[in-house]
């Protein structure tokens, strides 16, 4: 079998330094078994995230080769292996040891987010009836499995560290799913321009880029929620009306 | 005195899958103050993988459903090992939970009509499975995620609970260690709940996570209570066989509900050879008839492929035996060939299998619209578990209680695809709510240090121990390849008493494990504290296996190939003697009563 060498970073907040690890390479791998691998054979301590092994539930993210990937997902064969493969942390958030990040903050995010809101039941036998054309867009948002990546490759957060005025691109698709929702009632619209920072995004698509689960971020859920935001607060008609008779609407 | 962090709940949950988060949700909308313990993220237990949908008689789709046919199809399927009272409950309430997941922001696929859709699984008499393309795991334990993180439930991600705590008898509470820097902490509350899943790590080939080592059968093994059933394992017959890093990865049975056929290297449809009598009047015996039933032609009988896991998994390993498997050892999983049948049937399979499609495509450069994929059996489940009251999930200890993978009693010999996720939705709600009831009329129990101390002894021992070579990963290792070999899918006596002499050598090994580093979040040092639960989950399966002498479900024995009527009506039960020995015992099913007898005869 061949070997390949995987240049891994260790360390912890305080500071750390890539570790070159040679391991072999068999058919099929991905970067995730290569990293297991190296764990049983050299690295014991070494810290990672994972659970599925299979794309589903995003716990493995990193940038392999400075690329954020879902480490699970990575072939091996799509990888150039006569240099070394670098596997590194998210830098959207704060390292803990090794691959393994401080993700907390989007867990308190997505808390100051409105709840979903149902309207009253209205079909006969107590529940609701909705179009599958209806529901398919925001179906689309449903497929995020909170990797992060999205998080970890917009510059708001990674380069500008504006995670207290912006809520990135993961909860943006969030709040999307729920203002698309058919049968939501709550209104988010004021707290996208003020709390949510959605006009920090400047679309470079990025986030879209690198989703694993191809939601069109950017085009599907941003644009639309900037253009809510845009109608209620940047309307000229509407902008008279609230100078007249006052409030925020 | 052991240093910890001390926090104090009504209810404490430990596991944040479908069912933790149920049980979480209902206890505390009792008004009771509940913690939730999970050992990785909020959103990523092994739920999250579930792919085919939650099985309901919503009665959608087919109006001829009702939760008398899911009733009777449980049992059918668990071949009447089960414990009826919980197979009747779980398909009485199952719909309810599922229009409940729907009020707090589900998204299932719909009807023509706007209503929830229902597609066809194994051993469901009629189209019952609610779902959202092949990810309802995910949008299950989403929804209950994010409706719960607005109710005040205190959660501890990455956590590990390592002993439960007693004070006499009851309960007291849970010792438990967090993963960022090894602290401990110290959970002290009235009820436990217990929703840890499952235990496929002992088995090299398997669908599941690394989080599925038996922690909570342990934990109530440990602490007292009785475990039940563990005999009974399911092979689900699809995961993926090729390439060697993904062997074992789930392909979902929602494959052969919208029509995929299984073939052997002849190109032919082997299910059809052997069907079991008691499914005979139920099963389509041509082709033809298979397909309608697909489509939703309510005249005909169900394809073979869409029979019981633990049949179709028997049939497959056969094929592979006598040499018609595939090339890689396993056998032929078409879900192309409906392009005979359906027009644009490329962007059909895209849109109904998003992600079995983009599975392939990416792990094994399989194109499902155009090639067949290579299955062959993966384990995936355990019917066994903590032995609960059905009603209310209390296991044996006060206080104790148990729901989802981790419990037993629901699923019989044998589980029916779907009727997971449905488990968790029903018994994780009673779970909670029933712990909650018991927290408020009970006060909280005392802390007793010295159980602390011995439990904060065991977790930090690894790291005084000397150099021997030895490391956690290789005991997993060969732990893993011993279950597999010798207490897998085909069983015999003399393969189980092998397997026993040699879990003894694997437990002297794992005491021997070395750890290397410090407490911060150390991958070997939290491997070696799972060898334990792992290692004494396999004791429980090979010891229950060998007292079975006959084949029923998910456990078959060549030796005992047949099903035999007098073990038919004794369940398996294992506790923890007082000299730490594991006792094995077998104990009577109670008789169904006669008025769900009569169900079971009426639906044939």
Redesign the interface.
Known sequence: MPKATFRIWRG?ARGGEFRDYATEV?????VL?AVHQI??ESA????????????????CSAEVNGMPKLMC?T?LSDVPLDQPVTIEPIKAFPP???L?TD??WN?RV??TIK??K?RK?DAADG??????HD?ER??EF??C??CYLCQDVCHVLRDHHKHDEFIGPRFLVYVAA?EM?P??TEDRVDELKQAHGVGLCNITKCCTKVCPEDITITDNAIIPLKERVVDRHYDPLRWLGRKIFGGAR | MTQYQAFEHDVLIIGAGGAGLRAAIEASAAGVKVGLVCK???????T??AEGGIAAALANVDDRDSWKVHFSDTMRGGQYVNNWRMAELHAKEAPDRV?EL????A?F??T????ILQRNFGGHRYPRLAH??D?T???MI?TLQ??G??LGIDVH?ECTVAGLLKDGDRIAGAFAYER?RGYFRVFRAKAVVLATGGIGRAYKITSN???CTGDGHTLAYDAGAELIDMEYMQFHPTGMV?????RG??VTEGVRGEGGILLNNDGRRFMFDEIPDNYKAQTADNEEEGWRYCQGDKSARRPPELLTRDHVARCIVKEVREGRGSPHGGVFLDIAWIKKHIKNSEEHIKKKLP?MY??FK???DIDITRQPMEVGPTSHYIMGGVRVDADTQMSGVPGLFACGECAAGINGANRLGGNSLSDLLVFGKRAGEHAAAYARGTKTGAIDEAQVAAVAKQVLEPFEREATGE????VQ?DLQDLMQAKVGIVRNEADMAEALGALQRLNERARRAQ????R??????H?TLDLHNLLTVSEAIARSAILRKESRGGHFREDFPKKDDAAGKVSTVVRKGADGAMEISQVPIPEMPPELALIIKEMG
Request: proline share 4%.
């Open positions: 912890d068999s058919e099929g791998m991905v078994d764990q049983a014991s301590d070494l810290a990672v995230r994972w659970n599925c092994k299979a794309g589903k539930c995003g716990s997902m072939r803990v040891k090794d393994v993700v907390s867990y997505k808390k709840k979903f149902p039941p529940t609701w009836r909705m179009a599958q529901i925001v179906q449903r497929k499995i909170e729920l929702h049968l939501d | 990785s993220l909020l959103g990523k237990a092994h999250v993988m229009r729907e009020a707090w922001g998204l696929d719909r023509s009509d706007g209503r959202v393309g990810r795991g995910l949008e989403r994010d409706h993180i607005h991600m960022e996570s690394w989080e090729w390439p060697p890093s993904v990865l789930l992600s983009h599975q990416k792990l094994g490391t956690a990963f290789a290792h750890v290397e580093g410090n911060d979040y150390n991958p070997g040092w491997t």
